[in-house]
């Protein structure tokens, strides 16, 4: 039983002519407890699917297609439906910690915004939740700390900050838009232990936006690859990995640079991904696709079943499956 | 630390975030703060510093230089200037403030709703403020004025009329710029109102530029209640104002240049308060963040 179900979801900005559509009938599911990866390059949809799941595109954007969570339709639902959605039991965590909190506020005024507008908590209580939510997400001296500042903060103890705001009101699925990718690398791996602690601990599930596939193989349970608007394949981390069934997905891991004993020459896929008004008919990869040919060139590849269980949007799966893992 | 401890540590790591000590207070600032500080301590309480009663007329003393009895001398009715001059920071304080304060709060309110919503709301209200600006704002205020009929509380009508706008448009800018940032996003993820987001979170964030054109625009307030005092648009005599004084005096400019030359300094330095504080609050604001 999942607890999200998305179907044929759609994205568009702008009108008539110049309209441009940022993500194309993408479809996916996320179980109760599940983390799912979306991964792809810069515009290949990715953060703009994550946002659209809450209608929170910016000006002149527009979804259309299914949103379903705890039976109602998000696409469709109205203003006051929708913020008591938001929040409170679908959070949303962004990439820049530096700009995504109020400057001018302290934390302790925005932690408790979030409890004020989703939880009965008043005065005394709603204090201490604050401080239990800053000790939940691992900032020492959580009493003092709730009164400062944004700007006294490092990036890493913003974007904690920031995950304890979004799971104020303890919801049941939190969508991460790249959290880790302004962070360094160590504080990068405290950021993902730390999602995956709350996970476990509140029960919930993550849709997390990456374009770093180690991070996906670290924390997710499944994965979705978006190339140029649409999912291109789909599956669990282990399977993907294992036996990549797209040409975009197995050229994708091998650009991943190794620490062998040889030095080597850093693979990378040719070309760059099409800009969103001039998408190649048939299979949007094909321009940089090995194993393109005709009718790659003319068909889009639906997303179905191609090897075992796993969807993929691609015409040649099979022979790209039987190359094995670049990894 | 102890439990007893705790609060008080968290007030005094309140207090150093908030304020800076008064010995990191940009000089303008407290420069500002002084000048308007002691001029709004005359104006609540004239009656502790003039000498003399600012309407009461002395046929034995008219158009006297400055001298020890009336250090800034006598008009053409025998009035000490000194004492009038006082008495004028009650009015003249009243119109920087009154003349301006329903401008920012309506202006800023305006500009924050338009801003955020953008799209046609945006559009429709350049328009206005471009219609606004097109008239000189001085012949703009008299002709309301005039219609009206004189007096101080016809010119704050006059002025709140018009003066919003300029706050608007300050604002509305700002906002546009603060709704892009990642935080308007977050609020909105939180599933907080647009009225919440907007006062809240954009508007705190937005409203520096406006405070610190609040600040010119009182002084320019008293330029102006002084301008429509002398064209006796404003405060009609015999009541004590600046504008009203220096009108009185312009037919005496030659024999008692005294009459108009104090009042004038009243107003330069009042207005050079205005500007101190606007300059040293810019700074103070900028560095806070």
């Known amino acids: 039983m999942s607890l999200l179900r998305?179907?044929?979801?759609?994205?568009?900005?702008?009108?008539?002519?110049?309209?441009?559509?940022?993500?194309?009938?993408?479809?996916?599911d996320v179980a109760q407890g599940e983390v799912l990866g979306l991964v792809g390059e810069s515009g290949s949809g990715k953060s703009v699917t994550l946002r659209a799941l809450l209608r929170l595109l910016p000006v002149g954007g527009a979804v259309s297609g299914r949103v379903e969570w705890e039976g109602r339709d998000l696409v469709t639902a109205g203003d006051r439906e929708l913020r008591a959605v938001r929040g409170r039991q679908i959070s949303m965590i962004f990439q820049e910690p530096m700009t995504s909190l109020n400057p001018?506020?302290?934390?302790?005024?925005?932690?408790?915004?979030?409890?004020?507008?989703?939880?009965?908590?008043?005065?005394?209580?709603?204090?201490?939740?604050?401080?239990?939510?800053?000790?939940?997400?691992?900032?020492?001296?959580?009493?003092?700390?709730?009164?400062?500042?944004?700007?006294?903060?490092?990036?890493?103890?913003?974007q904690r900050v920031m995950i304890a705001i979004a799971l104020a009101s303890e919801p049941r699925l939190l969508l991460a838009d790249e959290p880790t990718t302004a962070l360094d690398v160590t504080i990068q791996d405290q950021i993902l232990k730390l999602i995956l602690d709350l996970k476990d601990q509140l029960g919930m599930s993550v849709v997390l936006v990456t374009h770093d596939l180690g991070v996906v193989a670290e924390t997710c349970d499944r994965m979705a690859v978006m190339y140029a608007g649409r999912i291109v394949e789909t599956g669990?981390?282990?399977?993907?990995?294992?036996?990549?069934?797209?040409?975009?997905?197995?050229?994708?891991?091998?650009?991943?640079?190794?620490?062998s004993a040889a030095r080597s020459v850093l693979h990378s896929i040719e070309g760059t991904?099409?800009?969103?008004?001039?998408?190649?008919?048939g299979c949007a990869f094909h321009p940089r696709c090995r194993f393109a040919t005709d009718i790659c060139r003319r068909d889009v590849p639906a997303l179905e079943p191609r090897v075992g269980e796993r969807l993929?949007?691609?015409?040649h799966a099979d022979a790209v499956a039987a190359e094995g893992s670049p990894v | 630390m102890s439990e007893s401890a705790q609060p008080e540590a968290a007030d005094a790591a309140r207090r150093s975030v908030r304020l800076p000590r008064p010995g990191h207070l940009p000089l303008p600032f407290i420069g500002g703060a002084l000048i308007l500080g002691l001029s709004v301590?005359?104006?609540?309480?004239?009656?502790?510093?003039?000498?003399?009663?600012?309407?009461?007329?002395?046929?034995?003393?008219?158009?006297?230089?400055p001298s020890a009895a009336h250090p800034f001398g006598t008009d053409n009715f025998g009035r000490d200037v000194l004492s009038r001059v006082i008495h004028a920071y009650t009015i003249d304080m009243q119109i920087a403030i009154f003349a301006t304060i329903f401008p920012f709060v309506f202006g800023t309110a305006v500009g924050a709703l338009v801003g955020y919503a953008g799209g046609i709301a945006e559009t429709i209200f350049g328009r206005v403020v471009d219609a606004v600006i097109t008239f000189p704002f001085l012949v703009l205020v008299i002709a309301i004025v005039s219609v009206l009929g004189p007096g101080l509380g016809n010119m704050y009508i006059a002025v709140g009329l018009v003066g919003w706008v300029f706050y608007a448009r300050i604002t509305a800018a700002e906002v546009r710029v603060q709704k892009r940032l990642d935080y308007a996003d977050a609020g909105r993820a939180m599933g907080y109102t647009h009225a919440r987001i907007i006062f809240r979170h954009l508007l705190p964030n937005a409203i520096t530029p406006a405070i610190v054109y609040w600040m010119t625009d009182m002084a320019l307030a008293i330029l102006l209640g002084s301008s429509l005092g002398y064209l006796g648009l404003g405060a009609q005599p015999p009541a004590a104002e600046w504008g009203v004084q220096i009108a009185e005096a312009k037919n005496f400019m030659s024999t008692a240049w005294w009459m108009g030359v104090f009042p004038g300094l009243a107003i330069v330095v009042t207005g050079l308060g205005f500007s101190l504080l606007g300059d040293g609050l810019a700074e103070l604001l900028r560095t806070r963040r």
């Open chain 1, 6 to 28: 998305v179907r044929d979801l759609t994205a568009t900005f702008g009108a008539g002519a110049s309209r441009l559509t940022a993500v194309n009938r993408v479809s996916f």
């Open chain 1, 104 to 158: 001018v506020l302290p934390v302790r005024v925005q932690i408790e915004e979030n409890l004020r507008a989703h939880t009965g908590l008043r005065g005394r209580a709603r204090t201490a939740r604050a401080k239990e939510l800053l000790d939940l997400v691992g900032i020492p001296d959580a009493g003092r700390r709730l009164d400062e500042f944004p700007h006294q903060f490092s990036g890493g103890m913003r």
């Open chain 1, 236 to 259: 669990s981390v282990t399977d993907v990995f294992a036996r990549p069934a797209h040409a975009y997905t197995a050229g994708l891991m091998a650009s991943v640079p190794r620490a």
């Open chain 1, 273 to 281: 991904p099409p800009q969103l008004d001039r998408v190649p008919p």
């Open chain 1, 312 to 315: 993929s949007a691609c015409h």
């Open chain 2, 41 to 65: 301590f005359v104006a609540a309480f004239p009656g502790l510093f003039a000498p003399y009663d600012p309407l009461a007329f002395d046929y034995n003393a008219v158009l006297q230089g």
